[in-house]
């Protein structure tokens, strides 16, 4: 008789919170592996899919498009550690962000980054506490675990989470972005109009390194170039992070994915100065579009871009400034650059991400 299907568990709690961009990752590693498993009637003999949620979290799992179960009580992290261990119990549990049940064992999670115990200072007391209390026992504990590219997984094993012979690399996708339409709504409410611009991510984590954007863009060069920052931080905490913000600096707030691919293609280029990142989804987003990036070289970032970015120094202003003048005065670089940039951000599909997902429950 052919043996029973694995039925694996995907913690949902992701979907009660704010989206972010490991959630993204979540949901789109989600429905891919769905529709592989859906699709191949080998592997759907070998794999049952769920997804479970807390019931904070049904809203959301109803726009998955796959089977979801609402499971109690609790919500939070005492739903994530107690409610769904017990009630999974005989299954495996991954969990694509972060955080997975500490003391069950049957299972898989994703640690896109070490980012906790490489830049500590962007992340509060509480929060570094417990990811340096939980991370390494899901290490040792749970039967494999993933992250988004080589530079995560040796970091992960340098700083005590988990070896290298049980931590798999599962790169992002990045192609979402083509399936959505742009909409200029933002452009015209932020009065984008000829002048060029630079965007870039409206983040006061230290390790994000915006600052040194700050600093380019009160240099003279730059002087008739605007940066757009998107996200949720405001002038006033740049300020209270001790930055000075110059005039030229626009903060756009939340953008919908529509407006971002708009401010993308209508943008000079997209600037990202982090000093560490585990896999570096922006600058891919951007170069999916057709969108130039310039980008340290740091962390995951030249694993990520390879030779399809402007790489400029972490710490030297100027450089920057230099290289976003010599994109928008050189229009053949610019070009050359847009068309290596989509070139590198082809090979990173949600289908191949998923791919390596189910390969790694196959190969329990």
Same mark, same amino acid.
């Given at each position: ?72 009580? +609790? ?13 999974? $119990? ?50 040792? $504990? ?8 080589? +530079? ?5 094993? $340098? ?70 920052? +998107? ?116 090979? +990173?599909?949600?289908? $191949? ?12």
């Amino acid at each position: 008789m052919p043996s029973k299907p694995r039925k694996v568990v995907i913690n949902g709690k992701f979907l009660s919170g704010v989206p972010t961009g490991v959630h993204r990752v979540a949901e789109e590693l989600i429905r891919h592996a769905k529709t592989i498993v859906d699709q191949d009637p080998e592997i759907g003999r070998r794999i049952e899919l769920s997804l479970w949620v807390p019931r904070n979290g049904e809203a959301k799992a109803k726009h998955m498009d796959m089977p979801y179960r609402v499971v109690g009580p +609790f919500s939070g992290n005492l739903w994530e550690q107690i409610t769904l261990p017990l009630r999974a $119990r005989g299954r495996t549990i991954v969990s694509l962000c972060n955080v997975g049940p500490m003391l069950t064992r049957d299972a898989i999670t994703m640690f896109h980054d070490a980012q906790v115990h490489l830049a500590p200072d962007s992340y509060s007391r509480p929060f570094r506490l417990w990811y340096r209390l939980h991370q390494p026992i899901s290490g040792r $504990r749970h039967r494999r675990i993933l992250t988004v590219s080589h +530079f995560s997984r040796e970091q992960l094993e $340098r700083v005590g989470v988990a070896g290298l012979d049980k931590t798999a690399v599962v790169h992002n996708g990045v192609d979402h972005v083509l399936s959505t339409v742009p909409d200029d709504a933002a452009l015209q409410r932020l009065g984008l109009g000829d002048e060029p611009f630079v965007v870039a991510l409206a983040n006061t984590q230290p390790h994000k390194n915006i600052g040194l954007l700050l600093k380019a863009f009160s240099r003279s060069e730059l002087e008739g170039t605007k940066l757009v920052l +998107f996200g949720s931080a405001r002038a006033g905490d740049f300020v209270a992070a001790g930055h000075v913000v110059p005039a030229n600096v626009v903060f756009a707030g939340r953008v919908s994915d529509a407006e971002l691919r708009s401010l993308y293609g209508h943008a000079l280029c997209i600037a990202f100065p982090s000093l560490t990142e585990g896999f570096g989804l922006p600058p891919l987003e951007a170069m999916t579009t057709g969108c130039p990036a310039i980008v340290a070289p740091l962390g995951a970032l030249p694993e990520i871009c390879a030779d399809a970015v402007v790489y400029a120094a972490a710490d030297d202003p100027g450089a920057w400034a230099a290289a976003i003048v010599r994109l928008n005065q050189d229009g053949d670089f610019r070009t050359e650059m847009r068309a290596a940039g989509e070139r590198q951000a082809a090979s +990173f599909t949600w289908k $191949r991400a998923a791919s390596r997902l189910v390969e790694e429950l196959l190969a329990l």
